[in-house]
């Protein structure tokens, strides 16, 4: 049974930092691609950051570039999301998201993780 598991959310004031973590089980992480979204009220869902099955590879939604970094721990099947210089418009349910490849490829998605930013 798949399950990816969101946690480190909560309540920061503005320019603070938070870590989201999603351990993963179920499935080969270390073959999966994986990444965090993110959807405010009222919006849809937006990519914020991807990082490949090896770590090799990483990219970020502008509006994170310079604040946000993503990380994996093959080891510890979780992926992670260090959240710096926190903004009100970063408020949203964060969540995780696995792509194992493959024909067709298998997609995952956690349960979310609020995060509010507000002072």
């Known amino acids: 049974q798949v399950q990816l598991v969101e946690s480190g959310g909560g309540l920061v004031q503005p320019g603070g930092s938070l870590r989201l973590s999603c351990a993963a089980s179920?499935?080969?992480?270390?073959?999966?691609?994986m990444s965090w979204h993110r959807q405010a009220a009222g919006e849809a869902r937006e990519l914020v950051a991807v990082i490949t099955n090896f770590g090799a590879y990483t990219n970020y939604a502008d509006s994170v570039k310079g604040r946000f970094t993503i990380s994996r721990d093959n080891a510890k099947n979780t992926v992670f999301l260090q959240m710096n210089n926190l903004k009100l418009e970063d408020t949203a349910v964060y969540y995780c998201?696995?792509?194992?490849?493959?024909?067709?490829?298998?997609?995952?998605w956690g349960q979310g993780t609020q995060v509010t930013v507000s002072s």
């Open positions: 179920g499935f080969t992480f270390s073959l999966a691609h």
């Open positions: 998201k696995a792509v194992l490849p493959g024909t067709p490829a298998a997609t995952y």
